[in-house]
């Protein structure tokens, strides 16, 4: 006990000054959160889509050709999502056509569409980009 006798405690005042002390830093860190989150992701679709170039370059070795069906290459739907469901991916023909060159996009998906990059795509050629700028 306090020599005044009193029991000594935490005052409701004290109590709403941590409270709204958390607040703050809950609004300020979990957008950086969320931010750091989405471009994590991003390497989900990179990786995917140069996995589905080697494929496909394996696929123009043997048949002289592109294709722009994902379950010729080996994948299980067409278009197919990425493994943690953040992209999905598809082909298309691209400059003079599917038998010269293929172009892959990433899509994103779910709370993936709120980041900056949006979709990804990789060519044939090597050409590769993003919806937003400095993202590969």
């Not at 009193?6 to 005042?13: C, E, W």
Request: glycine share 12%; aromatic share 8%.
């Amino acid at each position: 006990m306090h020599k005044s006798g009193r029991a000594r405690g935490v005052t409701l005042i004290e109590l709403m000054v941590v409270v709204v002390i958390i607040a703050i830093l809950a609004a300020v860190g979990y957008p950086l959160y969320t931010d750091q989150a989405r471009r994590s992701r991003r390497t989900e679709a990179k990786s995917a889509l140069q996995d589905a170039m080697n494929r496909e370059e394996r696929h123009y070795t043997t048949a002289n050709t592109y294709t722009t069906d994902m379950t010729t290459l080996g994948y299980s739907s067409d278009p197919f999502t990425t493994s943690n469901g953040w992209y999905k991916v598809s082909g298309a023909a691209c400059g003079g056509g599917i038998g010269e060159c293929v172009q892959l996009s990433a899509v994103p998906q779910n709370d993936q569409t709120n980041d900056s990059c949006g979709t990804f795509t990789l060519d044939s050629r090597g050409s590769r980009g993003a919806s937003g700028t400095g993202c590969w």
